[in-house]
């Protein structure tokens, strides 16, 4: 049996000197080659069959005769087409004794020499290393002929395909993959998937084959018989061993040399590594170094491969030392010790350590014997570790919170350091990454999603729960930030007394006490706890209120997270879940329920409520999940502004889905005051707001109108993003609702905005598109008039009253006139738009009864127009270059200009009006037709005139007139 530590010229007797020079091959130093490979393939065989059990071990030994022979008896067969046939392969004893077990009535009866269409099998991998496991899978190299067709390379994939199935009946993972030495040569690669590093890895995959590559059956590789020092010259080699005779070229398996190794793969492949580090760190660390010392040495380092065949070719074939990870510790080693960098050399080691997975502390005879164990104690032995470190190493699942974080911190400063290395070294040569930017884009985002730190992030510690941290005993204290007069949250380990002014780093700090809880809970530090002790400032956080929130995380965030698709890393990151908590530890009520103030008023809405008008929505965490599997809380505790910016950032997070459908939003309070409804009112804002601006209906240029206390905030879209304006008061909204419009924009309110005041309510719940809607309500001698114009800008305005037919007739006369020139008036040189023919309605506002809801009455307009009853007022307005405005005003035929009459305008025209009326009677006057000149549209923000610019004049005139007239 071959074990580890002895010499293996015992297996052999030597025909030439033992180490071979450069110089040419002949027919001894071929056969002794071929001798060396042998003797350290069936010593890594061995190890493999030793470590499996003997239905896996039968399956390494049926494997060759599988692709040898195809019958339908036997496991793998698919097709009577398929190729078949491995090169010089001829079954043993053993292997047809294997055969008949799984076939008995099958007979072997040999085949056709001629037909080989599988020149190899390889084992490749950590397979017969000290990193193996029996939890490792086999990945099997099938090389075929070159020159099979497509059709036949299809079948063989489907036999390959049926092998690995069957060979799961057996607790064996296999991958086999189909493998064209003349395409691999030429650069053939597939895309980067989770098994596959796609096109950033060529040479350090051939690199890699060939120093762990175990022959099962068929062909050498070329490469094998090609002195080390020659692989500059490879080609040439090979010609002139196949020109000897030595090696039928035809009949052997060529991927190629390895000097040509280009400088863009250690960055491609140091990628591919940090890509599979996310899963499996320790192991991907390890390779991370190799790239930056081939990196380091580029262009003169040896490959771990070319080093590999070196020792074959010097005769230096001890198993252990020819270990492909040894092999690996050992240049890694090197590398460190002349760097200086002993600290990254100890973190390195305990990779390689965990990488074994062999803990030395636990005695037990490991299947295939001990040579494994041996020689991991011989390594650690070399290290200088003493008992103790092993036993901490080996209790991993035992380590406390502080240690997962710091042992998690460290890898991921190694992976940052060695991509920084890598990429650096890109710039410097200027070199391309080998890589295709889909890959380039699709790694960067999911690098992204696993290692950086983001603000509410929460970082996974112990992302595959390889420690557990359930029992870990924690405490969370508010304290003083040491920064300003703010305060933070804090998770520490066991410490139920903490000084609030010099207190210990905390294991994580944030300014909510849900971003922490969140925190502990994705550790694992709550699954083992119904409660945690939280020692809060101001006591606002109850037991209820702390083992209710925990309660809802294991509803809405059942561990582990699902695994996401690779697809999701083709698009930026989207939320996929999101839950809302109002008011973590914070009690909005304790003045006023003391006070019993909460009772005296009506106004039962969270945000506007008691007769105090007080908000009660206080501070607001969303977490947030996204198909990238990233966590994030984000706080909101701006005070009156809370509700607005958490409004925001919801709503741009829910643009991100383009269309696509919205996760259902979760909304939890436990506070001590009102908690229930509170979270209603919030859940029903939420969704009222999203179907605002998503729903089926939805206009992207809509205004949302939301009250809190006695303010309003009016929320819109710019630029693919949610802003929203603060507005103190009623009038203030009035104004900023009779704003210019870009397009048509609805005004929705929201369901408690302006219920105090029913009339502007009712009208602004009434504004319709593509019509123009004239509100009025009659008061005794003055009426209030609301426009909602074609854009859907707002317009009101006080105005004396006369009778309604007069003040309906020459509004419905203005707005035709109005409508008449949007349809002529055009600045020179632009299209004119298609006809406008607006649809003119005219409501009135009714109180109603006692026991009566206000409504809406409408008013037939008269379609004739008449002018009879009308004096014809005209008013031009324009604007000098000053800026500075004048107005023309003509009644029927007189004219009255502000730049002949300044001052006294308005006087002129009240005394003209009043001298063509019987009786000099003082009813309001209305101007009937309205224009403008150019400089005034020039200066509007969309360059065109709507319909409340028409009004906005118009009520300044007429007031200024009315105005005059009553003082005369």
């Excluded at 990945?139 to 690995?164: F, G, H, M, N």
């Excluded at 995959?205 to 490879?234: C, K, S």
């Excluded at 011989?378 to 036993?391: A, C, F, I, N, Y």
Aim: hydrophobic content about 40%; overall charge neutral; aromatic content about 10%.
């Amino acid at each position: 049996m071959i074990c580890s530590g002895v010499s293996y010229t015992q297996y052999m007797e030597p025909v030439i000197s033992q180490i071979i020079t450069p110089g040419g091959l002949n027919q001894k130093t071929t056969n002794e080659l071929k001798k060396r490979y042998q003797i350290v393939n069936k010593g890594r065989l061995k190890r493999i069959e030793n470590s499996l059990q003997m239905q896996q071990r039968q399956f390494l030994d049926l494997l060759p005769f599988l692709f040898h022979i195809n019958h339908y008896l036997l496991p793998g067969w698919v097709d009577d087409d398929v190729p078949l046939g491995v090169h010089r392969y001829q079954p043993d004893k053993t292997v047809l004794a294997a055969v008949s077990n799984i076939a008995r009535s099958y007979n072997y009866s040999g085949m056709n020499p001629l037909r080989r269409d599988i020149l190899s099998l390889f084992l490749m991998g950590s397979t017969g290393t000290i990193a193996q496991s029996s939890a490792s899978d086999l990945d099997v190299w099938c090389c075929y002929r070159p020159d099979l067709p497509a059709e036949a390379v299809y079948l063989l994939q489907q036999k390959a395909t049926a092998i690995s199935k069957w060979a799961e009946s057996l607790s064996l993972e296999v991958h086999i993959f189909l493998m064209d030495a003349h395409k691999f040569k030429g650069g053939v690669s597939s895309a980067m998937s989770e098994e596959d590093s796609g096109s950033s890895q060529h040479f350090l995959l051939l690199d890699e084959f060939y120093r762990t590559g175990v022959l099962l059956a068929g062909a050498i590789p070329m490469w094998w018989l090609v002195h080390p020092q020659e692989e500059g010259n490879y080609s040439h080699e090979v010609k002139a061993i196949a020109k000897t005779g030595l090696l039928n070229y035809d009949e052997s398996l060529d991927f190629g040399g390895m000097a040509d190794l280009p400088p863009g793969e250690f960055v491609g492949a140091g990628l591919w590594q940090l890509y599979k580090g996310i899963e499996s760190p320790y192991k991907s660390v390890l390779k991370l170094l190799a790239m930056e010392i081939y990196a380091d040495g580029y262009p003169d380092g040896l490959l771990l491969s070319v080093d590999y065949k070196q020792a074959i070719f010097d005769f230096k074939i001890d198993l252990d030392e020819l270990d492909p990870y040894v092999m690996l510790y050992r240049r890694i080693e090197k590398y460190l010790k002349n760097k200086g960098q002993i600290r990254r050399l100890e973190l390195i080691r305990k990779c390689f350590y965990f990488k074994v997975n062999l803990p030395l502390t636990r005695r037990g005879r490991a299947k295939g014997g001990n040579w494994r164990r041996e020689l991991l104690e011989q390594l650690v032995k070399e290290w200088g570790w003493q008992h103790s470190d092993l036993e901490h190493l080996d209790n991993r699942t035992g380590w406390s919170v502080d240690q997962v974080v710091k042992e998690r911190r460290e890898l991921i400063a190694e992976l940052t350091h060695c991509y920084r290395y890598l990429t650096q070294f890109a710039r410097r040569l200027r070199t391309d990454l080998k890589m295709r930017q889909d890959e380039l884009l699709m790694l960067g985002r999911k690098l992204s999603a696993a290692f950086d730190r983001k603000a509410g992030k929460i970082e996974m510690v112990n992302p595959h729960a390889i420690t557990d941290l359930r029992y870990e005993k924690i405490t969370i204290h508010q304290l003083a930030s040491r920064q300003g007069d703010d305060m933070l949250w804090g998770v520490f380990r066991n410490l139920l007394q903490v000084d609030p002014l010099n207190y210990p780093t905390p294991l994580k700090h944030a300014n909510g006490l849900l971003e922490v809880l969140i925190w502990c809970y994705f550790n694992g530090m709550l699954d083992a706890h119904s409660n945690v002790p939280v020692f809060q400032a101001d006591n606002g956080l109850s037991d209820y209120e702390l083992k209710e929130i925990v309660t809802s995380m294991r509803h809405e965030f059942p561990k582990p997270l699902p695994s996401i698709p690779q697809d999701n890393f083709h698009s930026g990151a989207v939320p996929t879940k999101l839950a809302l908590y109002v008011n973590v530890g914070a009690d909005p009520l304790p003045y006023l329920s003391a006070r019993g103030l909460q009772k005296i008023s009506s106004r039962n809405d969270a945000l506007d409520f008691s007769a105090l008008r007080e908000n009660l929505i206080l501070t607001l965490d969303l977490v947030v999940v996204n198909s990238w599997n990233e966590v994030l809380v984000n706080r909101f505790d701006s005070g009156s502004d809370t509700m607005v910016q958490c409004l925001q950032f919801y709503l741009n997070q829910l643009a991100k889905l383009k269309g696509k459908s919205h996760p259902e939003l979760a909304v939890y309070c436990f506070c001590a005051s009102r908690p229930a409804a509170i979270a209603n009112r919030v859940k029903e804002l939420f969704e009222d707001i999203s179907q605002c601006y998503f729903g089926e209906h939805s206009q992207s240029k809509t205004r949302y109108v939301l009250a809190i206390e006695s303010s309003f905030y009016v929320f819109q879209l710019h630029n693919k993003l949610l802003s929203a304006v603060t507005l103190a008061d009623e009038e203030a909204l009035i104004k900023h609702l009779s704003i210019e419009q870009a397009e048509y924009s609805p005004i929705v309110l929201d369901r408690y905005a302006l219920t105090d005041k029913p009339e502007l309510r009712l009208i602004l719940l009434n504004a319709s598109s593509n019509h123009i809607r004239v509100f009025f309500r009659k008061l005794k001698e003055t009426a209030n008039v609301y426009i909602v114009d074609e854009l859907g800008s707002f317009f009101s305005f006080k105005t004396p009253f006369h009778t309604q037919q007069t003040l309906i007739s020459s509004l419905q006369r203005f707005l035709r006139l109005v409508e008449y020139c949007q349809n002529t008036d055009f600045p020179q040189g632009e299209p004119t738009s298609p006809s406008i023919n607006r649809s003119l309605q005219f409501f009135e506002f009714m109180v109603g009864g006692p026991k009566e809801k206000p409504y809406l009455k409408p008013h037939k307009l008269d379609s004739t127009l008449s002018v009879a009853n009308f004096h014809n007022a005209i008013a031009i307005v324009t604007r000098n270059d000053k800026g500075k405005l004048s107005f023309n005003i003509q009644i029927d035929d007189q004219e009255f200009d502000s730049l002949t009459e300044g001052d006294k305008l308005y006087t002129k025209v009240a005394e003209y009006l009043l001298g063509l009326r019987k009786g000099r009677e003082k009813y309001p006057c209305y101007i009937t037709e309205l224009h403008f000149g150019d400089d005034i549209r020039n200066r509007l923000p969309y360059g065109r005139l709507q319909t409340l610019h028409y009004f906005q004049y118009k009520h300044l005139i007429e007031k200024s007139i009315n105005n005059a007239m009553k003082a005369l």
